[in-house]
Structures are given as C-alpha cells and as structure tokens.
C-alpha cells in the first residue's frame, strides 16, 4: 500500500512537471490580460459606489456651508450659521437622544435575541431544523411592509393587544402614548433585524470544534457552563460584526418604520435623527438644515463606529 501511494505521487509530480510554463505559474495575477480588464470590471460597481454615496455625501457637506433655495436660484455662503442654527435648537438633541436610544437598545435586542434562537437551533432541541429555515424568511420582506403589518398587530383596537385594552381601557395606545410607540418601533426593528443576525451567529456556532464541546462535556462541564465559556468567547467575532452591521444600519432602517408606523409622532416622540432630515429637506424644504443635520449625523456615527473598533474589537477573540 506504501508502495501504491509513493508511484502515485511520482505520477502527479510527472504530469504536472509536463505542463507547459505558463499553466504551472498560473496565479490570480495571470487571470487578467491587463490591468484594464479588472478596471472595466471594477468600473461598474465604483460608479454606482460614488453617485449613490460618496456624491449625496459631498453635497450634503457642500450645502451645509451654504444657504440652499430649495426651487432654485442663487446660494449664499453663510459658513458655520447653518451649523449654528441646528446646534441651538432643543428638537436637534432631543432628536438625537431618541436616536442613540435607538440605537443602543434596538441593537442590543436584535443581536440578542437571534443569539438566543442560535444557541437553541445549535442545541438541536425539537423542531430546530424547520425553524432554521422558517426564521430567514423575514429578510425578504421591505422595512416599509413591516412597519404596515406591524402597525396593524399592535392597533389597540383590532391588534393583538386589543383585548388587554378592554379589560384595562387606555392601557397601550401607540397613537396617543409616545413610550408606547417607541417600543412598537423597537420591536418591528428587532423583528426585522433576526433574519441575518441569526444566519451569522449560527453560522459562527456551528464553526466551534465539536471535540472542543464533547471534551468539555466529558469532563463535566454542563449546557450553560459550555456556553458561557465556550460558545460565547469564540463567537465574540460574529458579536461583533452582527453589532456594528445592526448598530450602524439602525439609522437609516429605522426611517421606513418610522415613516409607516408613527410619522415621528405622537408629540415627536418617535421622531427619529433620520426622519427628521427627511421632514426637513422633502417637507419644510429647507435644505441647509437637512444637509447640516446629515452631516452631523455622519460625524455621529463616525465617533460611535471609532468607539465600537478602537475599544469593543480589543475584546474580541479572532483565534481560536
């Protein structure tokens, strides 16, 4: 048998040393006739890239510095008025703290829980293959008929919550009670964030060497001993990347929601950093003030994606 393996290997090293030169040498670098070719490839997908971003983008710094007509006509250059005028107003920070609330807790739940429905599918416990496929189909539905489906469910006099309403009269009224419509966004933002988040976290489970939790088990260590000290260190990668994806696209998710559900209603109390640019800008009309707020939402998310990869990255553990 020894012998059988060692003229096999002579006859791949045979074939291969009669290939011509340039078959042997093939490298990804040889793929390409010329760097023209990855160019003409490449060129498609970075035009999209600058006219629907790094454009907007420009513009919206461009126009903060200006005083913008918004039917046309001259511009004049105010410097940092717009800035300014944004910064004084109350309705700016309380805009602001709604959405870092959002944020925060939004985010935190739409890891969290996908997290959970992870660890139950990897624990292989009744009816986790069926869920596994049942709970992705939720990515293909729009953030704008999530927020009319769940706008319908918790109507508190057709919804789910209607008949808690009856016994106990004023008790959820998302029109009228802004916490009560700030958890109805939170939780169409959490239901519509499961679908990816859990695709990724179980993916990173079922990456865990199964000697590594056999060993563990063997040597006495139970179901949640096994999570805490192995599952949840090795899949801080996946954490991560699911919280950053969440916690950035949170923002501008959250304006389809919005939009749908509340209007930034009752009172402002939904009204949200994103959707008050858009009320700004497509309502008021006044495009100096919307460019200004873009802006300083983009400086905004700047700072919080600094935070989450200059200090929460340090605590996650890449090697395994």
């Known amino acids: 048998m020894g012998g059988a393996s060692v003229r096999h290997a002579r006859w791949r090293v045979g074939r291969l040393a009669g290939l011509p030169d340039r ?20 060129a498609p997908f970075l035009i999209l890239i600058f006219v629907f971003f790094y454009l907007p983008v420009f513009n919206a710094f461009y126009w903060s510095f200006f005083l913008e007509p918004p039917f046309g006509g001259p511009k004049s ?11 004084a ?28 429905l992870a660890l139950a599918a990897d624990r292989k416990i009744r009816l986790s293959g069926p869920a596994r496929n049942i709970l992705v189909w939720p990515k293909a539905v ?8 769940f706008n319908f469910i918790f109507n508190p006099f057709v919804g789910l919550l209607a008949p808690l309403n009856r016994l106990f009269p004023g008790l959820w009224n998302p029109g009228s009670d802004g916490v ?3 958890i109805m966004l939170l939780v ?33 260590a139970g179901p949640w001993r096994r999570i ?32 749908t559900m509340t209007k930034g209603g009752p009172g402002g109390a939904t009204s949200l950093l994103v ?34 990869f200059l200090y929460l990255e340090r605590r996650v553990q890449y090697e395994r």
Do not use: C
Request: charged residues 10%; glycine residues 8%.
């Open 275 to 308: 959707y008050r640019i858009y009320v700004a800008g497509f309502v008021g009309f006044d495009l100096s003030s919307a460019a200004t707020q873009t802006v300083l939402l983009i400086i905004f998310m700047l700072i919080v994606s600094a935070f989450y």
């Open 228 to 259: 805490f000290d192995i599952q949840l260190p090795m899949l801080t990668p996946q954490i991560f990347l699911t919280l950053v994806l969440e916690f950035t696209d949170s923002v501008v998710s959250a304006f389809s929601l919005v939009d």
């Open 180 to 182: 009560d419509a700030f």
């Open 23 to 42: 078959v042997r040498s093939l490298t990804p670098s040889a793929l390409f006739s010329g760097p023209w070719t990855a160019a003409l490839l490449l």
């Open 188 to 220: 169409a933002h959490v239901w519509s964030g499961i679908p990816f988040n859990f695709v990724v976290l179980l993916a990173g489970l079922l990456a865990i060497p199964a000697p590594l939790m056999h060993a563990a088990a063997m040597d006495g």
């Open 77 to 87: 250059f105010v410097g940092w008025d717009n800035f300014a005028r944004v910064l």
């Open 89 to 116: 107003d109350p309705s700016f920070w309380d805009s602001l703290g709604k959405t870092l609330i959002f944020m925060a807790v939004g985010s935190s739940m739409a890891v969290g829980v996908p997290l959970v």
């Open 142 to 149: 729009a953030g704008a008929s999530i927020g009319v489906v």
